[in-house]
């Protein structure tokens, strides 16, 4: 059973899973609307460019119809030729040759020169059909030798003759753009009169495939609408077909809200934020979680620790109360055993109580230029009863050596560091305490003959309740904040705490101190 005291995680999850499955709802949704309105627009403009395109054929067919194709058949029928009439001349730039044939097509003249033999039989084969009574000529066209051929004929005007001409398809192009100049294809009451022929693409394809016009100065593929030219007056440009579309700019006329924007990568950026708002809050759950563990085991380490001196406090406090010693010897053995314990025990309070000030942001250091030989060795003095029997100091202290320090923070920080060779090194051992000149400063330094700290453990052990595993498995007490204080008190001091590999093996706890 899981205890009372121990956080489930599993609602807050499940409600940041449903947040998150929210959003992405809603993402998707946003991006339906979107998608919806811009298919809608889009069929808008195409509708648009649809009536563009049809009154673009029904003006163009008309403007060749009556002021080129008749005209010019017209003179032709007449045999007055381009003569003095400005337009007949225009109309007569249509054509690329001129023929006349008999009523059953047996003579074929052409002027000024004759098209292949391939052309020539397409004509004959469309001559043979005549001209259907009541109609002024007759448009034909079809694919020949690769190319689109395009001819006009009808009667003379005495009837004994068909008179016609071949239209050149590149020629046709200044018909077309005359259309497009004479006024805007879409009315003004569509787009309030703003949305003007500069706004149209429009490209006209002949029955082979080649363009023989173009206006506008880009094509938008996805809003285009094909219009074939058909039998509209005639069949003039049978075949020819046109392909028209409406600048996107200037839907903003023409549909309302214009054409819409995707906000595709908006609402990915906002589903991507809200997965790594997820991800943070899981992992800061994660962590959590993982700190009421460690401060579980620190209270567990805590207690442990104040057991133990406290034991033994008890223990010979009683021996001596009772009278249960044999001689001076034990008596004074009993004495020092509790100076020794209570030291450990002050100490270990005074640890808790500075860890404790440092995580409410309570601790207050009064810094002063002070020489550091003096306080180390009172230090010293002070543990040398805590380290016992065992453990040797060696001492290299510099006089002149200073430093910008809080003698209390020094003292808790040697403190520490003494404590932790002691716990952690063997019971015979020898203890280096150091004080050296750094570039920028002074290094306190403290060096064991323990196992020391690998080097992917370096820096984690200076966290708060951070203990190395093979040291959690082991009889070695600790409460894992001892390093912590190290780290906060050197940092508060414009200093820093780190660790290397000792000389002898051991490890080589470094504290830089500014000058």
């Known amino acids: 059973m899981r205890r009372h005291d121990e956080t489930w995680p599993g609602l807050p999850i499940v409600l940041l899973c449903v947040s998150l499955?929210?959003?992405?709802?809603?993402a998707l949704q946003a991006h339906s609307a979107f998608t919806y309105h811009r298919v809608t627009a889009e069929q808008v403009l195409r509708d648009f460019a649809g009536i563009a395109g049809s009154e673009f054929v029904r003006r163009s067919t008309?403007?060749?119809?009556?002021?080129?194709?008749?005209?010019?058949?017209?003179?032709?029928?007449?045999?007055?030729?381009?003569?003095?009439?400005?337009?007949?001349?225009?109309?007569?730039?249509?054509?690329?040759?001129?023929f006349t044939a008999s009523p059953r097509a047996e003579a074929?003249?052409?002027?000024?020169?004759?098209?292949?033999?391939?052309?020539?039989?397409?004509?004959?084969?469309?001559?043979?059909?005549?001209?259907?009574?009541?109609?002024?000529?007759?448009?034909?066209?079809?694919?020949?030798?690769?190319?689109?051929?395009?001819?006009?004929?009808?009667?003379?005007?005495?009837?004994?003759?068909?008179?016609?001409?071949?239209?050149?398809?590149?020629?046709?192009?200044?018909?077309?753009?005359?259309?497009?100049?004479?006024?805007?294809?879409?009315?003004?009451?569509?787009?309030?009169?703003r949305v003007t022929n500069d706004a149209l693409f429009l490209s006209v394809a002949d029955e082979g495939g080649a363009e023989i016009f173009r206006w506008g100065k880009?094509?938008?593929?996805?809003?285009?609408?094909?219009?074939?030219?058909?039998?509209?007056?005639?069949?003039?440009?049978?075949?020819?077909?046109?392909?028209?579309?409406?600048?996107?700019?200037?839907?903003?006329?023409?549909?309302?809200?214009?054409?819409?924007r995707s906000r595709l990568p908006l609402v990915l950026g906002l589903l991507g934020v809200s997965t790594g708002l997820l991800v943070t809050a899981l992992l800061q759950l994660r962590r959590e979680q993982a700190l009421q563990r460690l401060?579980?085991?620190?209270?567990?380490?805590?207690?442990?620790?104040?057991?133990?001196?406290?034991?033994?406090i008890r223990m010979f406090a009683e021996t001596l109360l009772l009278k249960r010693i044999r001689s001076e010897e034990e008596g004074e053995r009993a004495l020092e055993i509790l100076d020794r314990e209570a030291r450990r025990l002050t100490h270990l309070v005074e640890n808790v109580l500075q860890f404790s000030?440092?995580?409410?942001?309570?601790?207050?250091?009064?810094?002063?230029?002070?020489?550091?030989?003096?306080?180390?060795?009172?230090?010293?003095?002070?543990?040398?009863?805590?380290?016992?029997?065992?453990?040797?100091?060696?001492?290299?202290?510099?006089?002149?050596?200073?430093?910008?320090?809080?003698?209390?923070?020094l003292r808790q920080i040697l403190l520490n560091l003494l404590d932790n060779a002691v716990k952690y090194g063997p019971t015979e051992q020898e203890i280096v305490v150091a004080v050296e000149r750094a570039e920028r400063g002074v290094r306190l330094v403290v060096e064991d003959r323990g196992p020391g700290v690998p080097p992917r453990e370096r820096l984690r052990i200076f966290e708060r309740f951070q203990r190395l595993e093979r040291d959690r498995l082991s009889s070695v007490a600790g409460t894992g904040i001892g390093l912590a204080v190290v780290s906060d008190l050197a940092a508060r001091m414009h200093g820093k705490a780190f660790v290397e590999d000792a000389p002898s093996g051991g490890a080589r706890f470094v504290v830089e101190l500014p000058v």
């Open 218 to 260: 880009g094509a938008w593929p996805g809003l285009a609408v094909t219009v074939p030219f058909g039998q509209a007056y005639s069949g003039v440009l049978d075949g020819a077909v046109l392909q028209v579309c409406i600048d996107p700019a200037a839907a903003r006329h023409l549909v309302m809200g214009g054409l819409p």
């Open 62 to 98: 008309s403007h060749l119809a009556y002021d080129g194709y008749m005209t010019l058949r017209g003179s032709l029928a007449r045999g007055k030729g381009e003569g003095g009439d400005p337009r007949v001349r225009h109309a007569a730039e249509l054509a690329r040759r001129t």
């Open 21 to 26: 499955l929210t959003t992405a709802v809603l």
């Open 357 to 409: 000030r440092g995580e409410r942001g309570a601790v207050s250091l009064e810094l002063s230029s002070r020489r550091l030989a003096p306080l180390v060795r009172d230090v010293l003095e002070q543990f040398a009863p805590i380290a016992g029997p065992g453990v040797r100091f060696v001492a290299s202290l510099p006089e002149e050596a200073e430093a910008r320090i809080d003698p209390d923070a």
């Open 108 to 193: 074929l003249r052409f002027s000024p020169d004759a098209p292949p033999d391939d052309v020539r039989v397409f004509l004959l084969a469309k001559l043979v059909t005549g001209v259907p009574p009541g109609r002024p000529f007759v448009a034909v066209s079809g694919v020949s030798g690769g190319a689109s051929r395009r001819f006009v004929f009808g009667p003379s005007a005495d009837g004994a003759e068909v008179v016609g001409f071949e239209v050149e398809s590149t020629r046709v192009a200044p018909w077309l753009a005359e259309v497009m100049e004479k006024g805007p294809l879409l009315p003004p009451t569509i787009g309030h009169g």
């Open 295 to 312: 401060r579980v085991e620190f209270v567990a380490s805590v207690s442990h620790e104040l057991r133990t001196p406290l034991t033994q």
